[in-house]
């Protein structure tokens, strides 16, 4: 928000040098991110934006008008140039001497040769020597005036520009100033100004005016306030019967107020007003409407006016749609809420108005409006009408109830009093749902435990009637109740902190001590889901995958592309885009979508996602979030090399060992791998993975079919889809660790012959029981076919590491083993040692 120094000092005395100020505005909570100085000089330190002791300075911008050098003066009479049409000479004084002063400001050309003026022109006048911008180069340009000869006429000093003096763009014609601007005052005495950009936190919403802002310097300071008033007579005939409020939904709507002033003419307003409204960033239009802006700027309400005339002569029926002010025919959504007659629509409430009932030059009378809104509705229409104000900025965040009252009797004085005209007795003010304005009970315990400082209630107390709180003891406690334009403190606990933290605004944060933690610390306790969770996505990442993190959000399109799902999903009441209108349900199909983005970047691809789905239930509110894992891999097995290998492509075994690893990295033992029918996954080339009984998902390649719905190049699609949740439930509790053998291992290759529909994994197993501990690695490393072991039988060789913790292994002892495994091996699976 702009915050227009001028301005504020008709609420507050300040005096403060610029960064003074702006560091006390920044101390109580409302952040300086620049000034912008109009004439006022400004530390030159701050270019910088640090100061010699290294403390973070403020971003000053602007120029200074030297006070010698940059006056206000007096046209006394426009000639014509003797060899330019499109140049006059001016006769002016300064109040030390009179000059001609050469300039081709086009506003100028309609007094040229009329003799002398019967009212002077007041202008800003830079003598010789001063620092100003150039006017006719792009940006701003500094330029200091010298003495040239331009035409034949010798020219040293100027009348500026609003662009040359730095107040705006505006270069096109001098500024002018008001006829009672006292001739050789330094310009910087008369207009020196400044605007301090500030960010309004969401909860401070109440200082997104001048007023509110001059409370929280005036409290800060210790200083009076002088809030605005309305000066002017009732002189009209009342209000009553000439205009009805019906509300329909108090919670939507909680307060209307209604004024009305008749016999307006619409005008340009004072200069001062339009200076201060285009410094505050917004647009002058005319008296009527300038007075509604001016009063949002002064106490933070919205107002609209209303043609009265317009509304009078309005029939017909309701229409489902609104032209608003910016010329943009609108569609009405069903929360959207309106002021309406009984012809229909007349503005988006708390938005923007309607175009056919705006003011105009023919507007004679005005119905003025102002309202309170609920803010979250506020915000639902602006999201779908992608439409944003003034206004909307502050109803959207929470304006008080209180404010709408005031605000209608400051505007009807402002248009009254800038437009002509007569403001009618008495308002029209619905309001069904009175604000309750929080009483909050705090005591010196609450201070000290929250702030670490003790501070008397008393002088408690006396900062808060700083803030406009009413304060009341009790014994030993304090009672402070709300002032009524504020909506950001809460009741109980909430509201007991909200209080606190007001005192420690006002007794400042940079005077509460550093002090040690009083209180004991709670038991640390580990979060073991989360830190299992953690461990997993670290041993994904070291097994040399990359974590994505996709959106939540998507549409049931997207993932019909991998699988057709049963069931619906969670829509979004307001999403924020269609593509982006319901929660996920699968995870695998969000991590495809990023693969399809990079696959063509780079030689391999292997990503992982750790993240929720959301299935609704039938018999709640909100949906279950199961935990999943989803894993995708394609692209070349090894990086090009200087070798000049042929790379070989990524495969079903490659994910199968990736997911062996992390199994193995979770100490997760007992895997069984199945073959899996998948519609997702090629047949043949999918597994389903089962820890003691437990399906934990699928792994496999890609279906083709499916393959082909994604922009994934020809390589194989390796992907990963698995419960995260079954599969860290299976992680123990505890594991059993060795110490480093001290004693040699013994290897040993055996190859046996089985039937063609027997696991590898069940010979292994069998190897394993029968070795027991002596049997330490068992691994399968070639795998056989061929008529010399015949038909519908398969060689298997395993690679087996014998070892013991208790002392060296003999061959003796080392076949005996063997000899057990052979038997066993051959009872159960009818298996057959090669080569015998």
Excluded at 349 to 357: H, K, P, Y
Excluded at 369 to 393: D, H, K, P, V
Excluded at 416 to 438: F, H, K, T
Excluded at 748 to 773: C, F, M, N, Y
Aim: glycine content about 8%; hydrophobic content about 40%.
């Amino acid at each position: 928000m702009k915050v227009v120094l001028s301005w504020l000092k008709d609420y507050v005395d300040i005096d403060l040098s610029l960064e003074e100020l702006a560091r006390l505005l920044t101390r109580i909570g409302l952040e300086v991110e620049e000034v912008h100085s109009i004439g006022l000089p400004y530390p030159d330190d701050s270019v910088t934006g640090m100061k010699s002791d290294g403390h973070q300075e403020f971003k000053f911008n602007g120029l200074a008008w030297a006070p010698d050098k940059i006056v206000v003066a007096q046209i006394d009479e426009v000639m014509p140039h003797p060899n330019a049409d499109r140049l006059v000479l001016c006769r002016l004084k300064d109040g030390v001497d009179e000059y001609v002063v050469l300039t081709g400001a086009p506003n100028l050309f309609e007094y040229k040769g009329r003799g002398p003026l019967p009212q002077p022109l007041k202008v800003a006048y830079a003598r010789e020597g001063a620092r100003i911008y150039d006017g006719h180069a792009e940006g701003l340009v500094l330029t200091t005036l010298k003495r040239a000869k331009i035409r034949g006429v010798e020219s040293f000093s100027m009348v500026c520009s609003e662009k040359e003096l730095g107040i705006s763009e505006e270069h096109e014609g001098i500024m002018l100033l008001p006829p009672d601007a006292p001739t050789g005052t330094p310009l910087v005495d008369y207009l020196g100004d400044a605007v301090y950009e500030v960010s309004i936190l969401p909860n401070m919403i109440r200082n997104a005016c001048m007023l509110g802002v001059a409370r929280e310097i005036a409290a800060a300071l210790g200083k009076p306030l002088r809030k605005p008033v309305h000066s002017l007579p009732v002189t009209g005939a009342p209000l009553e019967g000439q205009v009805a409020i019906e509300i329909t939904d108090p919670n939507l709507n909680p307060r209307f107020v209604l004024g009305l002033v008749r016999d307006v003419r619409p005008m340009p307003s004072p200069d001062w007003v339009q200076r201060r409204l285009k410094l505050a960033g917004m647009r002058p239009i005319n008296s009527i409407v300038d007075a509604t802006n001016y009063v949002m700027l002064e106490i933070g309400q919205p107002l609209h006016a209303f043609d009265y005339d317009v509304l009078v002569e309005r029939a017909g029926g309701k229409a489902p749609t609104i032209i608003t002010l910016d010329n943009v025919e609108r569609q009405l959504d069903p929360y959207t809420i309106l002021v309406t007659d009984t012809a229909g629509a007349l503005s988006l409430a708390g938005v923007m108005g309607g175009l056919e009932s705006e003011v105009t030059d023919r507007t004679r009378t005005v119905l003025l409006e102002g309202a309170c809104w609920n803010f979250i509705n506020i915000r639902r229409t602006i999201s779908a009408q992608r439409l944003s104000s003034e206004a909307a900025y502050r109803f959207s965040r929470g304006v008080h109830p209180s404010l709408s009252q005031w605000g209608v009797e400051l505007g009807m004085d402002r248009i009254a009093g800038w437009s002509g005209g007569s403001i009618a007795a008495g308002l029209v003010d619905a309001y069904p749902l009175p604000a309750v304005d929080p009483v909050v009970e705090i005591t010196v315990e609450d201070i000290h435990r929250l702030l670490g400082i003790d501070l008397d209630l008393n002088l408690a107390a006396e900062l808060l009637k700083r803030l406009e709180f009413i304060c009341r003891m009790d014994e030993d406690r304090l009672l402070v109740q709300t002032p009524p334009h504020r909506l950001d403190i809460g009741t109980g606990v909430t509201g007991k902190a909200d209080i606190i933290e007001e005192i420690a605004r006002m007794v400042g944060y940079d005077q509460i001590p550093a002090t040690r933690l009083s209180s004991s610390l709670p038991p640390q306790r580990g979060n073991a889901a989360l830190e299992r969770e953690e461990k997993l996505r670290d041993i994904l990442a070291r097994l040399g995958l990359q974590e994505v993190i996709t959106y939540r959000l998507t549409a049931p399109e997207r993932e019909e592309r991998l699988a057709p799902l049963d069931g619906e999903y969670m829509a979004l009441q307001n999403p924020i885009a269609p593509d982006r209108r319901v929660m996920r349900r699968s995870l695998l199909a969000a991590l495809l979508e990023v693969a399809e983005r990079n696959i063509r970047l780079r030689e391999r691809l292997a990503l992982f996602e750790i993240g929720p789905v959301f299935i609704p239930q039938p018999d709640g509110d909100l949906p279950a979030e199961p935990t999943r894992l989803a894993i995708f891999m394609a692209g070349q097995r090894d990086l090009p090399a200087w070798d000049g290998a042929s790379p070989t492509r990524l495969d079903f075994y490659d994910l199968k060992g990736i997911v062996e690893a992390m199994l193995a990295g979770l100490h997760i033992s007992g895997a069984v791998y199945e073959l899996a029918v998948d519609a997702r996954f090629h047949p043949g080339k999918c597994a389903s993975i089962v820890v003691n009984g437990s399906q934990l998902g699928v792994f496999g390649e890609l279906h083709p079919a499916v393959q082909r719905r994604w922009d994934l190049g020809d390589a194989p699609a390796l992907c990963a889809d698995l419960d995260a949740d079954a599969l860290l439930a299976c992680l123990p509790d505890r594991r059993e660790t060795l110490p480093v053998p001290a004693y040699p291992a013994i290897l040993e290759d055996i190859a046996v012959i089985v039937d063609e529909a027997i696991p590898a994994s069940r010979v292994a197993d069998l190897i394993r029981q029968t070795g027991g501990k002596l049997v330490v690695d068992v691994r399968l490393f070639d795998v056989f076919r061929g008529d010399q072991i015949g038909s519908g039988k398969k060689s298997l060789a395993y690679s087996l590491t014998y070892q013991s913790m208790e002392g060296t292994l003999t061959d003796r002892e080392t076949a005996q083993v063997r000899n057990r495994i052979v038997r066993r091996l051959e009872q159960e699976l009818g298996a057959k040692l090669r080569g015998e």
